[in-house]
DNA sequence: TTGTGTTTTATTGCCTCC
DNA sequence: GGAGGCAATAAAACACAA
């Protein structure tokens, strides 16, 4: 040992090393913990009192390993996480105790644990949102395909009548052109529909009409409910984690809050 | 066995809240 | 100012193909 005075926190058998006067460790509890740099010649975190008292086994351990948590410990935490995935001060030093582990250890794999969640729904939240984009394209074509049959069907209808119209000399002349006029208003609409379906220049990024990139640091990658028609088309939404530990919040739960089924690409003239 | 990618545990620095 | 949260990161442990 190079420097400082090594000993146990007493409430714990699953020992950390402190070093008393250590000035490059972090803070627990108002003392030092030696940091990796320092403690990777040493033993493994989770050694044993008897152990750490044991010379040879001072000895022989170096350097320093990280032990994992057992399974019993790791299903213990999931249980807990389950029904409340933070961390009240009280219920830290139960787990702990319960667990034989250090209070830190437990906010820690808290942290983490919830870091992992949080990724996993960021990868949920993407796969629904991308299915909700599919949906919308294919129901966006098949609309636009009905929009050009009709259009065409229109055209012919028109030309039809056109000759009667010209033998009879009854009424006006028919205009296919203002027929394609009538039309119109609604292949606008469509032009709209396609605006908001796309999604960035490079088909990377989330922008909306200010050019304004709506990825944030907060829980909702959507966070002002901006895109109400690229979810509408997504039936039954559900952000659980598989393993059921959510706490029921989505990453952008506004938006999938809402009922927002609006048809797109309706047109009706007359 | 070994190289490599992934997961887990832990640290650090910064931020926010009380 | 201290406690606790998060993001980024390091490093050990683990999984697995070659």
Redesign the pocket.
């Known amino acids: 040992m190079e420097s400082g005075r090594i000993f146990f926190e007493p409430s714990c058998q699953n020992n ?1 090393l402190f070093v008393s006067n250590a000035h ?7 003392r030092t ?5 320092e ?2 010649k040493r033993r ?3 050694s044993t009192a008897e152990e750490l008292y044991d010379d040879d086994y001072f000895d022989e351990q170096l ?7 057992t399974p019993e ?2 299903h213990m ?1 999931e249980k807990s996480f389950e029904t409340e ?5 009280e219920r ?1 030093t139960q787990l702990a105790k319960k667990l034989n ?2 209070p ?2 437990v ?10 969640w ?1 990724t996993k729904q960021l990868e949920r939240d993407y796969d629904q949102l991308k299915s909700s984009y599919d949906s919308l394209l294919s129901n966006y074509d098949s609309i636009l395909k009905e929009n050009d049959k009709l259009k065409s069907e229109l055209l012919s209808l028109t030309e039809k009548m056109q000759p009667e119209e010209t033998a009879g000399e009854r009424g006006q002349k028919p205009d296919p052109a203002a027929a394609v006029d009538a039309v119109q208003p609604c292949l606008e609409l469509t032009v709209k529909v396609e605006d908001r379906l796309s999604i960035g220049s490079d088909g990377s990024a989330v922008v909306d009409d200010d050019g304004r990139q709506l990825l944030d ?1 907060g829980d909702s990658y959507f966070p002002d409910n901006d895109y109400p028609d690229c979810m509408a088309a997504v039936d039954g939404i559900n952000s659980e984690e598989d393993d059921g530990s959510d706490d029921g919040r989505s990453y952008f739960p506004d938006v999938f809050a809402e009922e927002q089924q609006e048809p797109i690409g309706w047109c009706i003239w007359s």
């Not at 350097?63 to 948590?69: G, S, T």
């Not at 995935?85 to 001060?89: F, G, I, V």
């Open positions: 950390m490059s460790g972090f803070r627990v509890g108002g913990v030696i940091n990796m740099e403690s990777s493994p975190f989770f350097p320093e390993k990280k032990r994992r948590l410990q790791v935490l995935n933070k961390l009240e001060p830290k582990l250090q830190r250890q906010a820690v794999w808290f942290q983490n644990r919830r870091a992992r949080k640091s």
